[in-house]
């Protein structure tokens, strides 16, 4: 049974530092692994989307990686700013259409 | 164009009562998915439909809650006699194919609290 874990729960870091946001997962026969952003009270947002061929994808100050072997992704945000506070879900997909989510990394940005 | 809609966008229900939540996914979309996120977790599958069929209801917590979608289109989950531990946010998602292997695209959700 796939789960999936995301370190650390929280994270505050002040403005323009670099930051890297972790997802852990068991099954490593996974299809896609996807990184969306959720405001509060929002729905969910697609930042990243990686297919189980590829290692990493990247759109703007956000570059996603995968490592299928050793079971894990990492989230890169370059530049940090306070638009990027939010929480940070990633979702597995392994052997089913079913999304795995991990729990999020709630991230705060200070000026 | 559109993405995915879902109404109510907030719901409070008294315990005991029955609701209704709407989704409308992108126009052709073939699969049809409903998460359930409590306060603080990520969201949680609950359903999947491909067209009208409905493949796999293995993550609905009880017979109180029934999902539908009749058309193949707009889909409808109901939730009976609601109960406390009901209150989260209801999400729904949609792909193009019927493979279930495509990217999902998620709306806005529906917050329902129940009282």
């Known amino acids: 049974k796939q789960e999936v874990t995301q370190i650390p729960a929280a994270l505050s870091v002040p403005e323009g530092e670099n930051l890297v946001l972790n997802c852990s997962f068991t099954?490593?026969?996974?299809?896609?692994l996807q990184w969306f952003r959720q405001d509060p009270g929002k729905g969910l947002t697609s930042l990243l989307l990686i297919q189980s061929s590829q290692r990493e994808q990247t759109s703007g100050r956000l570059n996603a990686s995968l490592d299928k072997s050793s079971g894990r992704s990492t989230l890169y945000i370059a530049a940090s700013q306070p638009g990027d506070s939010a929480t940070y879900l990633c979702?597995?997909?392994?052997?089913?259409?079913?999304?795995?989510f991990g729990t999020g990394t709630r991230l705060k940005v200070l000026a | 164009g559109a993405g995915v809609s879902q109404s109510p966008r907030y719901k409070v229900a008294k315990r005991g009562q029955d609701v209704a939540l709407r989704c409308d996914p992108i126009?052709?979309?073939?699969?049809l998915f409903w998460y359930q996120q409590a306060l603080g977790q990520g969201p949680e599958f609950l359903t999947y439909?491909?067209?009208?069929?409905?493949?796999?209801k293995s993550g609905l917590p009880s017979d109180r809650f029934f999902a539908e979608r009749p058309e193949g289109s707009v889909s409808t989950l109901k939730i009976q006699r609601t109960q406390q531990e009901d209150s989260a946010v209801y999400l729904c998602?949609?792909?193009?194919?019927?493979?279930?292997?495509?990217?999902?695209?998620f709306g806005p959700g529906t917050r329902l609290t129940v009282t």
């Open positions: 099954d490593s026969a996974i299809y896609n």
């Open positions: 979702a597995a997909i392994s052997g089913t259409y079913k999304y795995i």
């Open positions: 439909f491909q067209n009208e069929a409905q493949l796999d």
């Open positions: 126009s052709g979309h073939v699969s």
């Open positions: 998602a949609s792909s193009l194919g019927g493979s279930g292997r495509l990217e999902q695209y």
